[in-house]
């Protein structure tokens, strides 16, 4: 990914954006900001990490929760990783000149390879910031252009509902009057949370759920490989008390009562290590 682009429309003597160059950190889940931009025109930045720069759109209405509400989003050039910490005044006359706030960030995660997706033109995420959360689409729409259109909705999940990004504006850092008079001051709204609420789930017997599939019966674990449940990133702790919790490790499963333990690993992973696992593990 290139951040030529980048460069070439600013001065770094006149602006107190990032300055590209920095290298990304290692082994960090991928981060996603997005900035509430009061430039000529009021709009927010959405911005995905993808490998060394973040994947930049500019959606002038923001995200909807609602997934029937599909938001332009125009994609504009990479902006380096330290963009996702920059917040204030770009002056009057530099290139995208106007109020910058932060609007949310947080980690976000896909299936598979993201630049496989957005090249095919259809990328399916989670987001897990504070405002913004669950599954979303981003789907390119029209020809190929210099700045190629997408759609961004929200994924038909728990999270789904009527909230608008200018409903979620509460504690985000309002705009110089001279700012907001310009670029417009968005949908007036009733709505200022901070946060999302956090939807309600029902308790779910997972047994009786299986036995209630087609074809299902009670079984034993089968006895040959499998592969095991991945852990996902949750918003808040399941009820009951049949769960645990998994900082970072690899899963792993084996099947009693075969003494050699059989492993599937996460993804491409391999367990090569040693089959004698400590007692906790292999309980
Ligand atoms: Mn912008």
Do not use: N
């Amino acid at each position: 990914m290139s951040l030529l682009d980048y460069r070439r429309k600013r001065s770094f003597d006149r602006t107190r954006e990032p300055e590209p160059g920095k290298p990304a950190p290692r082994g960090q889940r991928p981060i996603f900001v997005v900035q509430l931009h009061h430039a000529s025109r009021r709009h927010y930045d959405f911005r995905l990490q993808v490998g060394d720069a973040l994947k930049s759109w500019a959606v002038p209405k923001g995200p909807s929760y609602d997934p029937s509400v599909k938001r332009m989003a125009v994609e504009v050039e990479d902006h380096p990783l330290d963009y996702a910490g920059f917040e204030g005044e770009i002056p009057k006359g530099e290139y995208g000149g106007g109020h910058v706030a932060r609007f949310d960030h947080g980690v976000w995660s896909t299936t598979g390879d993201p630049e496989e997706q957005l090249a095919k033109g259809h990328l399916r995420f989670e987001l897990f910031g504070d405002r913004l959360k669950g599954g979303w689409h981003l789907v390119r729409s029209g020809k190929p252009a210099r700045q190629p259109q997408w759609l961004l909705f929200k994924d038909k999940d728990a999270w789904a509902g009527t909230l608008e990004a200018d409903d979620l504006l509460a504690e985000v850092t309002p705009p110089p009057a001279e700012d907001r008079k310009r670029a417009g001051s968005g949908k007036a709204t009733r709505k200022r949370l901070a946060t999302v609420p956090v939807p309600r789930t029902r308790r779910k017997d997972w047994k009786k759920r299986a036995l209630a599939l087609d074809g299902s019966r009670a079984a034993d674990a089968p006895d040959g490989p499998f592969q095991p449940q991945l852990a996902r990133l949750g918003q808040a702790a399941p009820e009951g008390e049949q769960w645990l919790h998994e900082i970072k490790g690899m899963a792993t499963a084996s099947s009693p009562p075969s003494r050699r333990a059989r492993c599937g690993c996460g993804r491409e992973t391999r367990w090569s290590g040693p089959t004698a696992f400590p007692r906790s593990a292999t309980r």
